[in-house]
């Protein structure tokens, strides 16, 4: 009778704990997504990086080189202004962005009123664009750059907007000489891994459209010149000119590293050495490299650029840095060294 009471009890458990998994089974999806998307758990395997550039970092959490790029990015400098008055805002770095008076909105488009709290970025060399993340790339063309800048308004914590048929203006020198025919480009992510620049469009709007302009003015007896932007929304903006190489592209160039580093603890910049211009090589975990993106039109043979590749393993940073010249069908093996954030900051400074 013990037995078959024991037998009893044994099959009930049984029964409801396969009930269970079943009424489980139904709650899965989500989880069941995640692990379909997340193929790799060590960020030394190498991830498919289309598969998740889509994924919020709510759902799939930030890879160990995405967590180390956002720990190397510029804080932009804060300053106040009265939405009524508006004002002129000099950061530490003597870059001008002038407001004019009323030129803020809500996000219901009401006028804004009283202290307005500003954030602003301005990116100039090569180096701060890679400490950034954010490559020299229009639709598959390189650019070459004068100069990007990333204005936000706040009050109370929320952004504002700029108001209808109002620009503000950005006055700068810029880290290499200043070009004619320079033009404003809006920049944003294509999901986690991917930034582009896109053309702004010319507007009807004569007096307050976008646009660059060239200045010349005389301190301490000498002639300086820099550009000033006429800016017509809050955003990463690019004062930039395409580079104008069109034939002898290439699209099939790659870097390959130790096994240890994977496109979940390494990013691949391509440096350009004569002009300002960075590009993003991006990790394949089919080929396990980092190679051009498919959608570039092509990089172009024959021109010097350093390879930079920065990766991070157990909370440990490496770099690497690889003096090349760019050939058709090539592959580059580059060795990363341990450094410290300090001295990556240094060398990525000067290139």
């Not at 010349?216 to 004062?239: H, K, M, S, V």
Request: glycine letters at 6%; aromatic letters at 8%.
């Amino acid at each position: 009778m013990k037995n078959f009471l024991f037998t009893l009890l044994t099959l009930s458990v049984l029964f409801s704990s396969q009930s269970c998994g079943k009424d489980t089974d139904e709650f899965i999806p989500v989880s069941t997504k995640i692990d379909t998307i997340q193929t790799a758990n060590k960020d030394t395997d190498w991830q498919d990086l289309f598969k998740i550039s889509n994924v919020p970092t709510s759902v799939l959490p930030p890879l160990s080189v995405e967590k180390l790029m956002a720990d190397l990015a510029a804080d932009p400098t804060r300053h106040d202004l009265s939405a009524e008055r508006g004002g002129t805002i000099v950061t530490p770095d003597n870059v001008r962005v002038e407001f004019p008076a009323n030129s803020c909105v809500t996000k219901n488009n009401r006028p804004c009123t009283g202290n307005l709290s500003v954030e602003i970025l301005v990116l100039r060399k090569k180096g701060e664009f890679l400490l950034n993340n954010i490559p020299t790339i229009s639709s598959g063309k390189q650019l070459i750059s004068g100069g990007a800048v990333l204005v936000k308004i706040k009050q109370n914590g929320e952004e504002v907007k700029l108001a209808r048929n109002v620009s503000y203006k950005v006055k700068y020198q810029p880290a290499t000489a200043v070009e004619e025919g320079m033009k404003l480009f809006e920049g944003k992510f294509e999901g986690r891994f991917q930034f582009d620049w896109s053309l702004i469009s010319p507007t009807t709007n004569t007096t307050n459209a976008s646009a660059v302009r060239i200045w010349t003015d005389t301190a301490q007896g000498r002639r300086i010149t820099g550009y000033e932007l006429l800016i017509d929304r809050f955003n990463w903006i690019n004062c930039d000119r395409f580079s104008g190489d069109s034939t002898f592209l290439t699209n099939k160039f790659c870097v390959a590293l130790p096994d240890t580093f994977t496109n979940q603890n390494c990013s691949v910049f391509a440096v350009f050495k004569d002009i300002n211009s960075v590009i993003s090589l991006i990790g394949d975990g089919k080929v396990k490299q980092f190679c051009v993106p498919s959608g570039y039109k092509g990089v172009p043979i024959g021109r010097v650029i350093n390879i930079i590749a920065i990766a991070t393993i157990k909370d440990r940073i490496y770099i690497s840095k690889k003096e090349v010249t760019i050939s058709a069908n090539a592959l580059i093996r580059v060795e990363p060294v341990l450094t410290t954030k300090a001295a990556l900051k240094e060398l990525i400074s000067n290139l």
